[in-house]
């Protein structure tokens, strides 16, 4: 009776350990100019994660032009680019964060080819992006679709002219998520969205600048103050497009991304 009862304990240890048990990270990218693979190098060493990289068989090694046009016929065709098999064995993590530059507008074509090719049901996924403007949004779209029984988190998403920014960045977007110890300074809700005034609107015009994909106006806003400055949520004059911008203290306005 006393070894049956031993027993019992031993294995309800068991269980209660394996629930409480750290979960196991991945950190898996694709990353064409490594931006994106910069994210995952600040992911990987901030959650001691193991790290795997997406790579294509027929690699996509020609200038930014190049690379435009052959993603334009493989999206016109919906030939996806070949992927290498990955080199990790994904059933070992719980978490997978999941990272890609945005190629128009969505992930770059190599990541949505993994993202066809491996099964990450029951597991959490995060998913994590560079861009020249934004893409932050619809690129987690395309993740739940591919991946609809996977876990599927909100991500962390960074325009590759703010790289300096991410690792501050990333520390708290971990902190919140709570994938690392720590605490961070909680924002305030942005203000009612109103008209954007004069003053407003020319912050918006110096972040946007001459940013040549940004044909927008800015039309209403919202804001809130952030440490060492103040963030803006501005509405534009095309239905459905906002940029965030940010306003801090002795540095020019920048926006962080637009979200369509
Ligand atoms: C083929 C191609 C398409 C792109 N399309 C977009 C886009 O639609 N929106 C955007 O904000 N940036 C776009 N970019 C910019 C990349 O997302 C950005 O430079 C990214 O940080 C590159 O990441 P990597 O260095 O990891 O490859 C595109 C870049 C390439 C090469």
């Given at each position: 009776m006393k070894k049956f009862l031993l027993m019992i304990a031993?294995?309800?240890?068991?269980?209660?350990?394996?629930q409480n048990k750290t979960p196991k990270y991945l950190v898996?990218?694709?990353?064409?100019?490594?931006t994106t693979k910069a994210v995952a190098e600040e992911l990987c060493k901030r959650l001691g994660a193991d790290i795997a990289e997406i790579t294509?068989?027929?690699?996509?090694?020609?200038?930014y032009q190049e690379t435009?046009?052959?993603?334009?016929?493989?999206?016109?065709s919906g030939e996806l680019p070949e992927v290498n098999p990955i080199k990790a064995d994904l059933d070992a993590y719980d978490v997978i964060f999941f990272g890609y530059p945005i190629w128009f507008g969505t992930c770059a074509l190599p990541a949505i080819s993994a993202l066809k090719s491996i099964d990450l049901s029951g597991k959490t996924v995060v998913p994590f992006c560079t861009f020249g403007s934004g893409g932050l949004e619809v690129g987690i779209r395309e993740v739940?679709?591919?991946?609809?029984?996977?876990?599927?988190?909100?991500?962390?998403?960074?325009?590759s002219a703010r790289l300096e920014a991410m690792p501050?960045?990333?520390?708290?977007?971990?902190?919140?998520?709570?994938?690392?110890?720590?605490?961070?300074?909680?924002y305030e809700a942005f203000s009612a969205v109103h008209p954007a005034s004069e003053a407003e609107v020319a912050i918006f015009n110096a972040a946007v600048g001459t940013y040549p994909m940004i044909q927008e106006k800015a039309t209403n806003v919202a804001s809130r103050a952030i440490p060492g400055g103040t963030e803006y949520l501005f509405d534009t004059n095309s239905p459905g497009i906002k940029i965030y911008v940010i306003?801090?203290?002795?540095?020019?306005?920048?926006?962080t991304r637009v979200v369509r």
């Open positions: 031993a294995t309800l240890m068991a269980v209660s350990c394996a898996l990218y694709y990353s064409q100019t490594n294509v068989v027929n690699p996509y090694n020609g200038t435009i046009e052959r993603c334009m016929k493989e999206r016109e739940k679709t591919a991946q609809p029984k996977a876990n599927v988190l909100s991500g962390y998403g960074v325009r501050a960045e990333v520390d708290r977007f971990l902190k919140e998520g709570g994938f690392i110890d720590g605490e961070v300074e909680e306003d801090l203290d002795g540095k020019d306005p920048d926006f």
